[in-house]
């Protein structure tokens, strides 16, 4: 199953059955049978791209901290923690600018950060 992230403002996923779902920017589509022809418009029109590198917690992006969370704001978070005295090899590098590279850069920080306080090792 493939997954999209939302590069526009909003995206209107419709389901084979009628059924609507609005995901805003940054959040990611899961395809499904039931999808492919709205993923196909969606993709067709800009409003979404394949997401090659975002992360996966079962759901979609929606439902972790960066939902909603402007490029911008993505942008100068990044920032932040490569200012907060880290060495070099430690600093946050995403691929890109796009919001799907900087969750990505942020989640795989986080859960680096996460799992150094779980063993006490404070790195």
Same mark, same amino acid.
């Given at each position: 199953?493939?997954?999209?992230?939302?590069?526009?403002?909003?995206?209107?996923?419709?389901?084979?059955?009628?059924?609507?779902?609005?995901?805003?920017?940054?959040?990611?589509?899961?395809?499904?049978? !039931?999808?492919? &022809?709205?993923? +196909?418009?969606?993709?067709?029109? /800009?409003?979404?791209?394949? =997401?090659?590198? #975002? *992360?996966? %917690?079962?759901?979609?992006?929606?439902?972790?901290?960066?939902?909603?969370?402007?490029?911008? !704001?993505?942008? &100068?978070?990044? +920032?932040?923690?490569?200012?907060? /005295?880290?060495?070099?090899? =430690?600093?946050? #590098? *995403?691929? %890109?600018?796009?919001?799907?590279?900087?969750?990505?850069?942020?989640?795989?920080?986080?859960?680096?950060?996460? &799992?150094?306080?779980?063993?006490?090792?404070?790195?």
């Amino acid at each position: 199953m493939a997954a999209y992230v939302v590069s526009g403002a909003l995206a209107v996923l419709r389901t084979d059955k009628g059924n609507e779902r609005y995901v805003y920017r940054g959040g990611v589509i899961e395809s499904t049978p !039931d999808t492919e &022809a709205s993923i +196909k418009h969606l993709l067709s029109v /800009g409003l979404i791209e394949e =997401a090659t590198d #975002a *992360p996966t %917690s079962g759901g979609s992006a929606s439902d972790g901290p960066y939902d909603g969370v402007s490029n911008a !704001d993505l942008k &100068a978070a990044v +920032k932040a923690r490569n200012d907060d /005295g880290r060495d070099d090899d =430690a600093k946050l #590098a *995403p691929e %890109s600018h796009k919001n799907v590279d900087l969750i990505a850069a942020l989640v795989a920080d986080d859960e680096k950060t996460k &799992a150094a306080a779980d063993s006490g090792s404070g790195e």
